[in-house]
């Protein structure tokens, strides 16, 4: 049986936050209200803040899409959404493929614990059994370039040494759809150049890329697709060559 | 691999669509069981990494706190240390379990919030690190319970296989409790204090470490006390004794309705509690 082919579809998705202030997280409010006979049910209090209303994008494979907009304007809750994290209150998302989310690097990281410990934390939480951490687990290894020290609990690297810790762990998953928030550049310039190899591979085997970034220049150099987002509202999906037009607009 | 290469997700749809929802959830937890063990297993190690007992610092901690209350509430009821002991270590052992699982239960999912807003991993799946690592913790607690029961001399009449009935039933409660108070504290920051009021106040009104006989004409009360009923339907067997068949019968619907209880309402908040964090 054959895979059906990599693709997102997303339609009419909108996403709203509701805001718990400080306030409304203690029950002594919740209750209070109860007591004075206020409306109780849906509404209950709480802000709602419309992070992306009424977005349509459809991507096949070979898709790179950038998300450019100012901060704020749904581009990180986008992605989240596409990672499966946040639930749509309207319209869908359908994702097939293996998602994989490098939203922060920093997930599920354990300062406590081993450098190797949090090579197999973070590849059981992307999704690897246990046996294939251990069969990847030198090549991961030796791409961190820590070696002795990956035996050591992570809280003693500097923080370049964890940067590369994270990222070669983050790394190490093949996916289908690669999500990611900025491009990701870390360590020093050796593993800079090691690291962007890296990504560029990854990004040429998933087959979708959604990056979110504000540096147009790099979108011009990892994307072909472009959607500008603007409070939440999204233009359609356009050629890479008319963002100067969409960015105009 | 098949729930991992297709995800959908949607608005509402109807009641009915949000406990299907629910569902998938918790058989994609199922699915990855291994997962929320490796998660448990991780927890417990790094808690006693560097220490030269490791995990085992647990069943040492616990094994004090045992004597230390068996010998002192022996003399202070006038009761044979032989008869004593061994009912306050299960007890404690036991009770500690359930209340371990509940209390910490509270924050499953307010720890998990990093991994909540940027993965689609099943909610359930830390609802059951929860309580797989609290049943990694009572397996180095029962070194303390196989050490008091062959001691005594009370092995020769323990019922092992209706205590390990009993002890599926502890579980499959505690972790429902557990469960809902997760849901309650990622909404509601005052649940956690409370949570753990409530379990101090039912520590010393179960007869954990008195016995239960000496409430005489008042036993009744008992009959009203959840925990009682789990801690019996463990302790009992093991000591020898028997289990009330009403007993089974509260705990057995105590988890019906329980989990029907948490599962509606995690079915109802489940898009919502990753807003709550």
């Not at chain 1, 359908?94 to 973070?122: C, F, K, M, T, W």
């Not at chain 2, 007993?247 to 709550?276: C, D, E, K, P, Q």
Request: charged content about 15%; some cysteine.
């Amino acid at each position: 049986m054959k895979a059906p082919p990599v693709s997102i579809s997303c339609q009419d998705l909108t996403l709203r936050f509701p805001v718990y202030g400080v306030d409304a997280k203690s029950l002594k409010k919740s209750l209070a209200k109860i007591t004075v006979g206020g409306r109780l049910g849906r509404s209950h209090g709480a802000t709602e803040v419309t992070a992306i209303s009424g977005l349509n994008m459809e991507l096949r494979a070979g898709d790179r899409l950038g998300l450019v907009g100012h901060n704020g304007s749904g581009k990180t809750t986008l992605l989240r959404a596409l990672s499966g994290a946040y639930e749509p209150d309207e319209g869908s998302i359908e994702v097939q493929g293996r998602i994989a989310p490098l939203l922060d690097l920093n997930l599920g990281i354990d300062p406590s614990a081993s450098g190797y410990e949090n090579i197999r934390l973070r590849g059981r939480i992307a999704g690897l059994s246990a046996k294939e951490v251990e069969t990847r687990m030198d090549e991961i290894a030796a791409f961190t370039g820590l070696g002795p020290f990956l035996a050591m609990p992570v809280k003693t690297y500097s923080a370049g040494m964890q940067a590369r810790l994270a990222f070669a762990a983050a790394t190490s998953v093949e996916a289908d759809v690669l999500l990611m928030d900025e491009w990701i550049a870390v360590g020093d310039a050796e593993f800079q150049q090691l690291a962007h190899r890296r990504l560029l591979k990854l990004v040429e085997r998933a087959g979708i890329l959604v990056l979110a970034s504000h540096d147009l220049d790099l979108l011009r150099l990892y994307c072909n697709k472009v959607m500008r987002m603007e409070g939440g509202v999204a233009s359609p999906v356009t050629d890479i060559r008319k963002l100067d037009e969409l960015m105009a607009a | 691999m098949e729930a991992a290469t297709h995800m959908l997700r949607t608005g509402r749809r109807g009641p009915l669509f949000e406990y299907q929802m629910a569902f998938r959830d918790l058989r994609a937890s199922i699915g990855r069981a291994d997962l929320a063990w490796s998660l448990a297993w991780h927890d417990v190690s790094s808690r006693y990494r560097g220490s030269i007992l490791g995990p085992f610092w647990i069943t040492l901690s616990m094994g004090l706190m045992v004597v230390g209350i068996g010998v002192v509430y022996a003399n202070l009821f006038g009761i044979a240390l032989k008869d004593f002991l061994p009912l306050v270590a299960l007890g404690i052992v036991f009770f500690g379990s359930i209340s371990g699982t509940v209390t910490e239960g509270c924050e499953t999912f307010v720890q998990a919030a990093g991994m909540l807003s940027q993965t689609s991993l099943p909610m359930f799946t830390f609802v059951w690190r929860t309580v797989f690592r609290n049943v990694i913790n009572l397996a180095h607690h029962l070194v303390i319970v196989v050490g008091v029961l062959i001691y005594y001399g009370y092995w020769r009449h323990s019922n092992v296989p209706v205590a390990a009935l009993g002890l599926v039933f502890l579980v499959l409660n505690a972790s429902w409790i557990s469960m809902l108070v997760a849901i309650a504290s990622a909404r509601f920051r005052d649940i956690p204090q409370v949570v753990i009021s409530v379990m101090q106040f039912a520590m010393f009104v179960t007869p954990v470490f008195w016995p239960a006989n000496r409430l005489g004409a008042h036993h009744f009360v008992l009959d009203f006390n959840p925990f009682y009923h789990l801690l019996e339907a463990v302790r009992a067997p093991l000591m020898g004794g028997t289990v009330a068949p009403h007993t089974y019968l509260f705990l057995a619907s105590m988890a019906l309705v329980g989990w029907l209880l948490t599962f509606s309402l995690f079915a109802n908040t489940r898009r919502r509690i990753v807003h709550y964090l």
